[in-house]
């Protein structure tokens, strides 16, 4: 199994809303903005087709799913 460009970004998201969730619990409730952030993050791209940590991860070399598939 290859990881590409949509399995990274899941894996990212949700360890940036736990990781912000736990420092919320701990440190200060202010950390949920980074929650909310990552949330609208994920929304817009959802309409708008981008995203800026996919642009990143393609950058660094990830393999979309499309080339992964074809390999």
């Known amino acids: 199994m290859t990881m590409t460009v949509d399995r990274f970004l899941r894996l990212i998201a949700g360890f940036f ?3 912000s969730v736990l420092l919320a619990w701990q440190v200060s409730p202010y950390f949920l ?3 909310a952030f990552v949330g609208l993050n ?3 791209s959802a309409f708008t087709n ?3 940590m996919m642009s990143l ?3 660094l070399g ?5 080339a992964s598939d074809a390999s």
């Open 17 to 19: 809303v736990m990781l």
């Open 33 to 35: 903005l980074f929650t």
């Open 42 to 44: 994920l929304f817009q």
């Open 50 to 52: 981008w995203c800026p």
């Open 57 to 59: 991860l393609r950058r």
């Open 62 to 66: 990830v393999p979309d799913a499309a």
